[in-house]
């Protein structure tokens, strides 16, 4: 059995191309929602021989669609009926030539709370 885990940053992931360096992820924005979305592939790559390493076979493991939202703003109530915090996504940061998305700039205020 092969366990195998990995974690991609936000750029990393919108970093993704393929072999023509063509983009593989999508990023989608509204004025709610930003949406990140592409297509998960794993694919099992070996030697078709072990005499050579010039020669390889692959088979399709996974392939899934996947989208990820992020609501640029998220309200969350006390049982009250008071707003607890409001976080509010404030900007992306870029590389200088419009490519790679490099951050993200959040903001998150909550109430004061006496006891």
Request: proline share 2%.
């Amino acid at each position: 059995m092969v366990t195998y885990e990995r974690t991609f940053s936000w750029t990393e992931l919108t970093a993704c191309s393929d072999a023509g360096d063509s983009a593989l992820i999508q990023v989608t924005q509204t004025n709610e929602t930003v949406t990140l979305s592409g297509t998960f592939y794993v694919e099992l790559v070996s030697p078709y021989t072990m005499s050579t390493s010039d020669y390889y076979r692959s088979a399709p493991v996974v392939q899934q669609e996947f989208g990820i939202v992020l609501m640029r703003q998220v309200n969350v109530l006390a049982s009250t009926g008071v707003q607890l915090f409001i976080s509010t996504v404030m900007g992306y940061g870029r590389a200088a030539d419009g490519g790679n998305y490099s951050g993200m700039l959040c903001v998150v205020e909550s109430i004061e709370c006496d006891d």
